[in-house]
């Protein structure tokens, strides 16, 4: 019985295409509709029709198939994906550690290969806490952190007006309505015009965060706890990340308190992202 995308496509391409074959794709979505996402060498684009119908039969749930058509860009850190085979309407409801999470990957940016550190802050314990998620997304990060701590409260900041209307929905299907508030626009813009201070800042944008290190120390409370992430070599994950957080917090006569350091997952095989959780004194 054939039962995985290259035995499904043994009679369609020529035995000397199969090293080409990607080993492995996302898929997006729950049990009864998902969306697969697929990155096609150019060595197989002339069969890239046949591979997402090939996706399709194997994988009973995938209603739509999307090819990865550029690397993330922009502010909003999207793709251009293009649907291969499939139903057009590729927005789909994501199942994930008790959470629901309505997404349409066309849109907004979403991976499920994050699930673990997602499932790191959902079993993370936290007191009554005011938390503040820059570049918040379609709030997986916000969302996994309210569900499990009853008395903090989440503010959650993004620019992709698409991602931050994915949020609100998500916070309204999680029943955090009150517990969770979103917010659209750009953190250096937004912030300051809170007339708040948070007790832990998450700043997941890998490429990037650093430069909004001075917009987070300016709204974090004295001993505050900030999770930074980054895009570091792999020959060296934690210098760089931890000198450019270091020298921040001098300029606001502040010392860093590194608590955890986290590999979150390989961007290539010579660049990880990362996240140093640190206290800020």
């Not at 054939?2 to 009679?11: G, N, R, T, V, Y």
């Not at 969306?35 to 197989?44: R, T």
């Not at 903090?152 to 998500?170: G, M, S």
Request: glycine share 4%; with cysteine; hydrophobic share 40%.
């Amino acid at each position: 019985m054939k039962h995985d995308l290259k035995s499904e496509l043994e009679s369609i391409l020529p035995r000397e295409y199969f090293s080409y074959i990607p080993r492995s794709f996302d898929i997006i979505g729950s049990k009864g509709r998902s969306v697969a996402i697929i990155e096609i060498p150019e060595q197989l684009k002339v069969y890239e029709h046949e591979i997402a119908k090939a996706i399709i039969r194997v994988h009973k749930n995938v209603v739509s198939v999307l090819s990865k058509d550029t690397e993330r860009f922009g502010e909003y850190r999207i793709r251009d994906m293009r649907l291969l085979y499939g139903d057009p309407n590729t927005e789909v409801l994501h199942k994930e550690s008790g959470c629901i999470f309505k997404i349409d990957p066309k849109k907004a940016y979403f991976s499920p290969r994050e699930s673990t550190e997602r499932e790191r802050f959902r079993s993370t314990p936290l007191g009554d806490e005011e938390v503040l998620v820059m570049f918040s997304g379609i709030g997986p990060l916000a969302i996994c952190m309210a569900k499990n701590n009853p008395n903090i409260k989440v503010t959650a900041i993004e620019l992709n007006p698409d991602a931050y209307y994915y949020c609100q929905e998500n916070i309204r299907l999680n029943k955090l309505n009150g517990k969770i508030e979103a917010i659209l626009g750009d953190v250096r813009e937004v912030c300051p015009k809170l007339n708040k201070k948070f007790d832990r800042i998450l700043m997941p944008l890998p490429k990037g965060a650093y430069k909004f290190l001075d917009v987070a120390l300016d709204v974090l409370k004295f001993s505050g706890i900030l999770h930074f992430y980054h895009w570091a070599p792999k020959e060296n994950l934690w210098e760089e990340a931890e000198n450019i957080l270091t020298e921040i917090a001098d300029e606001f006569h502040r010392k860093v308190e590194i608590l955890n350091r986290i590999k979150i997952s390989a961007y290539s095989p010579s660049l990880w992202k990362i996240r140093i959780d640190a206290r800020i004194n």
